[in-house]
């Protein structure tokens, strides 16, 4: 019933691992945003405490070497400096945590939702439920089994929207929702942990057996965006993928009924339009 899910032509994608690169996909999400600038702030006070400490290398290795130094200093406590070494870094960590702690908060108290997904990992690979709208599937890798790229492989991307660089990204089925609608996510596994993270999305949460985790994410524009499993799970780990494709509120609900779900929600306007312009 969810085969290619509609292909949803002309989604842009956006997040998507780039070879050679060393930064963040593009943020997608007001969750990858606040984690792009704390890594930033991050950064930029373990850039200064590397410099600092370098920069006290540097004086003790020139200035109070043998040779510049022959008669070392007999003292050994400077309360001065130990309350210092004490105090500053104590201050550096309460800077750190009074930025991080809000924001790992945020990413784990659910505002209202409008989309509810349930997904389970399973070994190797993802079952979605949207307990709202009666709509499950399962999501597999494509091209799954074959051990390098052929014609083959190429066919069957090709039939659902992707080209050969999306192999081993690319899932059967996709994860669709709604831009600009608070989607509730929740997370088990039914064998080993595994772990459902979508970098643009800033989403990075463990599922793990008999437990049910819950994050975030409200998409800021339509698109593809690709993630993986990111926990070891076994032999077949890297071939767990996961795709969200972000869509309209009319194509997500356009979609919802074409997999034969319940309009609720903000759903039931768009069945109300459509039973009106039946009439």
């Not at 690169?21 to 593009?26: C, D, K």
Request: hydrophobic share 45%.
């Amino acid at each position: 019933m969810a085969k290619a899910q509609d292909s949803f032509e002309g989604l842009e994608i956006i997040g998507t691992p780039t070879p050679g690169a060393t930064g963040f996909q593009p943020a997608a999400t007001e969750l990858a945003r606040d984690i792009h600038w704390l890594d930033n702030f991050l950064l930029v006070i373990i850039t200064a405490i590397v410099l600092f400490v370098v920069a006290l290398l540097a004086i003790v290795i020139l200035k109070y070497n043998r040779k510049s130094n022959p008669e070392p200093a007999r003292f050994t406590h400077n309360s001065a400096i130990e309350v210092t070494w004490t105090v500053v870094p104590i201050l550096i960590l309460l800077a750190i945590g009074s930025f991080s702690l809000p924001i790992l908060f945020k990413q784990l108290e659910v505002p209202e939702a409008d989309v509810t997904i349930k997904t389970t990992g399973f070994q190797w690979a993802w079952s979605y439920e949207y307990p709202d709208n009666d709509v499950s599937f399962d999501s597999f890798m494509l091209g799954l089994g074959a051990a390098e790229m052929n014609d083959e492989v190429r066919a069957e991307l090709a039939e659902y929207g992707y080209s050969e660089e999306q192999w081993k990204l690319a899932t059967d089925t996709a994860v669709v929702v709604p831009v600009g609608r608070v989607v509730r996510l929740q997370v088990t596994a039914s064998d080993v942990i595994h772990s459902w993270k979508i970098p643009a999305f800033g989403v990075h949460i463990d599922a793990v057996p008999g437990r049910l985790n819950e994050t975030w994410f409200q998409v800021d524009e339509p698109g593809v965006y690709f993630g993986q499993c990111s926990e070891l799970c076994g032999i077949n780990h890297a071939y767990m993928p996961i795709t969200v494709k972000a869509v309209s509120d009319e194509q997500y609900a356009a979609w919802i009924e074409s997999q034969g779900g319940q309009m609720v929600g903000f759903l039931e306007d768009f069945a109300t339009v459509d039973v009106a312009q039946a009439d």
